[in-house]
């Protein structure tokens, strides 16, 4: 069974509607959470569902890759060594054709999605920053082994992390440290809700979507419990990997 | 802008020739208006007037020149 008992784990994005599920999660589940995202007003608030005794934020743009170290650093020496980092943040280019994808649009997603996420995990696996048994799971997509059209930047971004991933495991494997991702379909998110905006709820894009999860849209405790899942000593012999969490979507 | 410089801006985001757009166009009547040109327009819109448009307003879009009304 799933124990995060005396465990102190970062939750990078936990302002996002997977992020504050993934805090609220491992939290029931006994562990301590230390929050990290750019919005204060919705930290405390998640904040103030976990309880304070049990949580407490930092406020980091993460596109900052500079600011990284400092934050690491200072979550450190006032909490002592993490047990395991959630990476759940992340940004959607926003529907992009590739004809107006700059480099600056790429950069841009590329920073929170994928080089704040190797900062990251360079910054939390320095030697002092963690416990044995340090695990990592970050979220990743479907879009990551999948073609869409206007999807360039957060695909690839996503391609990128797990690759990434797969590389870290094999380096640090030995240090006893497991890295992994999840890559769910369709969530029931903000950002969902935002592409029902743009593309309808009857547009061909939605109905392609989510006609193949046929277990239907996901929900973001569904994402946080296959998190919590990797992040816990039960998944010890399991790195390298990403997840579909995806209601069957990668398997039709 | 002008309005020949907002259809030149139009006619680049349809990927059609110059010259090919006029304001009374039906933008059912057009080919090249799809899905893609759709998400093509959200952000020209955006980079050159700063404003974001909703899936609503795109789909209230009869003629050329309901778009050209929202280009300033």
Redesign the interface.
């Known amino acids: 069974m799933i124990d995060f008992k005396d465990k102190r784990i970062l939750v990078v994005g936990a302002s996002s509607g997977i992020g504050e599920k993934v805090a609220v999660v491992l939290a029931e589940q006994g562990a301590d959470v230390i929050l990290l995202a750019r919005r204060e007003s919705r930290l405390i608030e998640v904040c103030n569902k976990i309880g304070e005794n049990k949580a407490s934020y930092y406020l980091c743009d993460v596109s900052e890759i500079e600011s990284i170290e400092s934050v690491v650093k200072i979550i450190v020496s006032e909490h002592g060594k993490l047990d395991g980092m959630a990476y759940v943040a992340g940004i959607s280019d ?4 590739v ?2 994808l700059t480099y600056e649009r790429q950069l841009t997603t590329f920073k929170t999605n994928y080089f704040a996420f190797v900062e990251f995990v360079r910054q939390v696996t320095k030697r002092g920053n963690y416990n044995d048994g340090f695990r990592i799971a970050a979220v990743s997509s479907v879009a990551s082994l999948r073609g869409e ?2 999807h360039v930047a957060y695909s690839a971004s996503k391609s990128a992390m797990d690759s990434a991933i797969r590389c870290i495991a094999k380096e640090l494997g030995p240090k006893g440290i497991c890295i992994n991702s999840v890559a769910p379909s369709m969530v029931n998110t903000e950002m969902y809700q935002h592409f ?5 709820e009857d ?3 939605n109905m392609k979507a989510v006609g193949r999860q046929y277990l239907g849209l996901a929900e973001t405790i569904d994402v946080a419990n296959a998190i919590a899942f990797l992040l816990s000593s039960d998944a010890r012999f399991i790195t390298g990997i990403t997840l579909p969490v995806d209601g069957g979507f990668s398997t039709t | 802008m002008s309005e020949k410089e907002k259809l030149a801006l139009l006619e680049e985001t349809f990927d059609v020739d110059e010259g090919a757009l006029n304001p009374e166009m039906l933008l059912n009547d057009i080919d090249e208006y799809d899905s893609m040109t759709k998400l093509s327009l959200i952000v020209m819109v955006e980079e050159e007037f700063g404003k974001k448009l909703t899936g609503a307003e795109i789909k209230g879009f009869k003629t050329v020149q309901d778009i050209l009304n929202v280009m300033v």
Do not use: F
């Open positions: 926003g529907d992009v054709p004809k107006y059209k206007a029902l905006e743009v593309q309808g547009s061909e894009a």
